[in-house]
């Protein structure tokens, strides 16, 4: 999630992507830890019947990866680094791996194999056709997402588990190319205080993500047994 981390250089951060996935960060601890808290019953949540529990994570994905959207834009609006870029995406796709290997043990009726994670690597791929096109990019991303309104899903991988983490690229490609154009089209520039809380928190969001459900599940664990 080096673009759910990685924005620009340190000293010309642009704090409405710092908010933004910081506040993606702070909902997912927040979601993660109510689902920690069903699994070992002091909660009673329907994640998938009501409303606001199944909107909850879309909104999450939504923030993430319109970030990454606007983060990548502003990391190669210079021009395509490419030992820069392999070296995000290596790092995406390294972790991504270790979901699928961690979960496939742990949960092996309900391993990841295409969460968001996975999603942001092959976005990243897909991102490079429409780096500094924000017309472009605006026009595909309506493509993609408009149909959903008419309940509409583009085919992607789908095995036959239900995964614990399914975050398909298509439709999420709308949603980063939709961040694209926010950046080019200047909105990256709103002026927010900037909070060195919420820097590092998005600065680090990839570590947070990695760690803070084995921690919150182990909490979660203790207090059980206790």
């Not at 021009?79 to 979960?103: D, P």
């Amino acid at each position: 999630m080096n673009q759910l981390q990685d924005t620009d250089k340190r000293n010309s951060r642009f704090p409405l992507v710092d908010y933004t996935r910081a506040l993606a960060v702070y909902l997912m601890v927040i979601f993660h830890l109510s689902f920690d808290l069903k699994i070992f019953g002091f909660a009673q949540i329907d994640f998938q019947r009501n409303l606001f529990w199944w909107s909850f994570p879309r909104v999450i994905v939504f923030l993430f990866l319109f970030s990454m959207g606007m983060s990548f834009e502003i990391s190669f609006e210079k021009g395509l680094n490419t030992q820069k870029f392999f070296k995000r995406v290596g790092k995406i796709v390294f972790c991504a791996a270790l979901i699928t290997l961690f979960t496939y043990f742990a949960y092996p009726s309900r391993w990841i194999y295409f969460g968001t994670l996975h999603c942001i690597a092959i976005c990243s791929f897909f991102a490079v056709p429409f780096r500094a096109r924000p017309r472009t990019a605006l026009t595909f991303s309506l493509i993609i997402l408009a149909p959903l309104l008419w309940g509409y899903r583009w085919p992607w991988i789908k095995l036959e588990h239900a995964s614990l983490d399914y975050i398909p690229a298509l439709p999420w490609m709308g949603v980063v190319l939709l961040g694209m154009a926010a950046k080019n089209f200047g909105l990256h520039q709103v002026t927010l205080p900037s909070i060195r809380f919420i820097t590092l928190t998005s600065k680090h969001s990839l570590y947070i993500y990695l760690l803070h459900q084995p921690l919150l599940y182990g909490l979660v664990y203790l207090f059980y047994t206790w």
